[in-house]
């Protein structure tokens, strides 16, 4: 690694007929090897084209730039390692391409900077690009979106997710946090904590009730992100504890100025044989059931508050109780496949309702409905949302193909159906237009595996690419 002093004045290419100019010294530091100013239109230094134009911010170290940037050229410092690089244009061939709602074949796909510019065949978009990658008999695919983790508070390794296969993890349970990543680095967004119950749910089993920091006007931003004191020692915060109506609205919209994506709700009685959270509350002085719930008008206020907000609320269901509050109140989604095997009645409702389902199938493979509600609810229409619980101790740190597995023997889905939950229908509620997708402007975040993974889902678990915004994180093609 080495840097140096560029005095030059770095001009950008002009955009839409408005040139900007870097005329102060920024600093470069580079991986071994200068950059090569080029009169090429490709070469950036800056990736102003496509972020400023595509996508709605530009992250530079700890700023956040959007349009105003144009309005002030000259005022931008930043290093090529905290800033947001653009490489040269990169064209991926490959046998298959899956572009996050159709597989398409021999087709090509051209990035550039952060943002997947076409879609297409070689021949049209070689003119385009000569940085070519001819990836053979290898399939394409966005990355893939986790929609049930709990990265933060469970302390898994971010990079080891990327690394296999999953390029955005919506963290539905852990601190309160904005959204990071995106450009080399796993794409995390969250709900912060759960809203829960007082003396339930998850803190009962857990600790690290943030329910203070939620309701205290004077808790600065850092103390929400501090680690909590929980049962097992120092612990970041995991739920919320609401009694009123409205305390729940307070923390809705706290949460949501703090960056939740969307809201996530605890109605857990416990008592589901086979659930994660009830071995734990089994034997050795596990809290007395049946643990408590919100009340109905407050659950209701929490999605009232949401809706309004513009964000989703997904549910923490495991059986018939939980399930008929949460569809009494309107809740959008359910995070897991309930564990108890659920009335017929609730799953027509939850289909009527246009309820979407969190999937979580392998960690709750030991539960005694979860394979009847699975079966059922598909047979009804309900839409699957691919969702593994990475933060469990029985799942793999990146793609899990035993879910995806699950997924297809209990749903009767085909493959793409389920890519499809993993990556485009995952993507529309996160709020980051095209995630998920390999359509113009998408993110540039990107997987590929040798052969056909819609023949074999394992190969996922270890893909040959992952470009994450554009970054080149994982690459088993070039290293042959
Ligand atoms: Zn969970």
Redesign the pocket.
Known sequence: MRSYKNNKKLSLWPIMGLAISLSTSPAFSHGGEEPTPKSSKNTYYFDAESGMLNLPKVIVGDKTYSAELKQKPGVLEFTVDNAVLISQCRLLVAARLFDGIQLHTDKALLIEGNIVKQVGTQAELAAQCDNVTDLGDATILPGFIES?A?ITFQNVDAETVLKHGITTVRD??GPSLAATGGHGSLRLLSSGPIIQAPNGYPTNLFGGDASHQAHDPEASTEGSHAPAAGAHGAMTVIGASVETVEQARETVRHFVEAGAVVIKIALEPGGEHGAPWSSNSHGHGGPALPWPMLPLEVVQAIVDEAHDLGVTVTAHVGENEGVTLALDAGVDEW?HVPCAAIDESLLQRAADQGVKVVTTIDTLSNCMGIAANTTSLAAKGVTFIYGS?IGHNDVPWGINAEELHSILHLTGTSPLEIFQSATSKAGETLGIEHLGTLVQNAPADIIAVKGNPFEKFKPLEYPDLVISGGKTVVDNFSAQ
Request: aromatic letters at 0%; proline letters at 0%; zero cysteines.
């Open positions: 049930h709990h539905v349970g995070s619980e």
